[in-house]
């Protein structure tokens, strides 16, 4: 690996001229500066930006866990990130802790030996890596919680409005006479202990509904766990007229299932989902969804993250965004029906 000592040796100047030749070329004299840049570009030299971080106490490195790199919110969520993150001067360093906060726990080690000046998280579920987190942030690392925030968490947090969001699909779909609506993910205050889940029983009570017992199920929002779980309940003798897929992915899993029971949306069974993602305005009928404005959510945590790294921030910042419904054609009264064929 080429040096800053093999860069010095072949422009005939010292290591002290050369490092400054990258650190303040306007003190150097444009001869002595050509000749390193020179020798720079010949050697194909890169600096070690992390030796540099370790000499200096900081790293200009700001790190992301996210729920799980195959989700197409925190794809968008990570870019605009490093976006913003970028023009304010930081890099990003992503990883993915599964939901989980025993996966979580590594992850934040590994993140904290590269010495990250503030850490962006979607938490997991679960407390094994509460009191890491704690010890990063008595360690000067600024956190920040995006997507969810666990009850009475101390840190900054972005989130979607999604006890609101919640409530509207529900409205929604009852404004149109649905009386049996199904969820793709029951609450669990260990195991699924997010708010959508947590507020569509809430909601359901409001709209003078009750969420029946054969539609609940606590498990992950995954798409194949969304799938299998489809499948199941449209096969109850008396299904949902409604399924409300609490993600993007969820949705697809259940899109999947009722293609394979030969159910029409929405002539046979109303699909409703959170996440506006490409695939919901491509089928057909497009699928009618709570959106997210996920880079908005972005630039607000970039902006809270940066104002905190600047000393400009002291308190915890909370911040709630509302969903926006899109209403494209998957959703329609309900027709009573018998259980399908397999």
Same mark, same amino acid.
């Given at each position: 690996?080429?040096?800053?000592?093999?860069?010095?040796?072949?422009?005939?100047?010292?290591?002290?001229? /050369?490092?400054?030749?990258?650190?303040?070329?306007?003190?150097?004299?444009?001869?002595?500066?050509?000749?390193?840049?020179?020798?720079?570009?010949?050697?194909?030299?890169?600096?070690?930006?992390?030796?540099?971080?370790?000499r200096g106490g900081q790293s200009r490195t700001v790190g992301l866990v996210i729920g799980s790199i195959l989700e197409?919110?925190?794809?968008?969520?990570?870019?605009? $990130?490093?976006?913003?993150?970028?023009?304010?001067?930081?890099?990003?360093?992503?990883?993915e802790n599964e939901y989980q906060s025993e996966t979580e726990l590594e992850e934040l080690r590994l993140l904290y030996?590269?010495?990250?000046? /503030? $850490?962006?998280?979607? =938490?997991?579920?679960?407390?094994?890596?509460?009191?890491?987190?704690?010890?990063?942030?008595?360690?000067?690392?600024?956190?920040?919680?995006?997507?969810?925030?666990?009850?009475?968490?101390?840190?900054?947090?972005?989130?979607?409005?999604?006890?609101?969001?919640?409530?509207?699909?529900?409205?929604?779909?009852?404004? $149109?006479?649905?009386?049996?609506?199904?969820?793709?993910?029951?609450?669990?205050?260990?195991?699924?202990?997010?708010?959508?889940?947590?507020?569509?029983?809430?909601?359901?009570?409001?709209?003078?509904?009750?969420?029946?017992?054969?539609?609940?199920?606590?498990?992950?929002?995954?798409?194949?766990?969304?799938?299998?779980?489809? &499948?199941?309940?449209?096969?109850?003798?008396? =299904? =949902?007229?409604?399924?409300?897929?609490?993600?993007?992915?969820?949705?697809?899993?259940?899109?999947?299932?009722?293609?394979?029971?030969? &159910?029409?949306?929405?002539?046979?069974?109303?699909?409703?989902?959170?996440?506006?993602?490409?695939?919901?305005?491509?089928?057909?009928?497009?699928?009618?969804?709570?959106?997210?404005?996920?880079?908005?959510?972005?630039?607000?945590?970039?902006?809270?993250?940066?104002?905190? $790294?600047?000393?400009?921030?002291?308190?915890p910042v909370r911040q709630l965004f509302p969903a926006r419904l899109v209403v494209r054609g998957s959703c329609a009264? =309900?027709?009573?029906?018998?259980?399908?064929?397999?």
């Amino acid at each position: 690996m080429t040096s800053i000592t093999d860069v010095a040796r072949l422009a005939g100047v010292s290591a002290t001229t /050369a490092k400054r030749a990258l650190k303040e070329p306007d003190k150097l004299h444009p001869d002595t500066l050509r000749r390193v840049q020179d020798a720079i570009q010949s050697l194909h030299y890169e600096p070690d930006l992390r030796a540099g971080a370790l000499r200096g106490g900081q790293s200009r490195t700001v790190g992301l866990v996210i729920g799980s790199i195959l989700e197409p919110f925190f794809a968008q969520l990570a870019r605009t $990130l490093a976006r913003e993150l970028r023009r304010g001067g930081y890099n990003l360093l992503i990883s993915e802790n599964e939901y989980q906060s025993e996966t979580e726990l590594e992850e934040l080690r590994l993140l904290y030996g590269q010495r990250i000046e /503030a $850490l962006i998280l979607r =938490p997991g579920y679960g407390d094994h890596s509460r009191e890491y987190l704690e010890r990063l942030h008595s360690r000067g690392v600024t956190i920040l919680q995006i997507d969810y925030a666990p009850p009475g968490s101390p840190y900054s947090s972005v989130q979607l409005d999604n006890a609101a969001a919640t409530r509207e699909g529900v409205r929604y779909l009852a404004g $149109l006479g649905h009386t049996r609506i199904a969820i793709t993910g029951q609450y669990d205050p260990l195991l699924h202990p997010e708010q959508r889940s947590q507020t569509f029983p809430h909601a359901m009570q409001e709209a003078g509904l009750t969420v029946r017992p054969e539609y609940q199920r606590v498990m992950f929002l995954t798409e194949d766990n969304a799938y299998r779980y489809t &499948l199941d309940v449209m096969r109850l003798p008396e =299904p =949902p007229t409604a399924l409300f897929a609490l993600t993007g992915s969820s949705a697809a899993g259940v899109y999947r299932a009722l293609r394979e029971l030969g &159910l029409r949306v929405p002539h046979d069974v109303s699909l409703l989902s959170f996440d506006n993602y490409s695939w919901t305005g491509l089928v057909d009928p497009p699928i009618d969804v709570l959106e997210q404005p996920v880079e908005d959510m972005a630039r607000a945590a970039a902006r809270t993250v940066l104002d905190a $790294l600047a000393g400009h921030a002291t308190q915890p910042v909370r911040q709630l965004f509302p969903a926006r419904l899109v209403v494209r054609g998957s959703c329609a009264p =309900p027709r009573d029906r018998t259980r399908p064929t397999p």
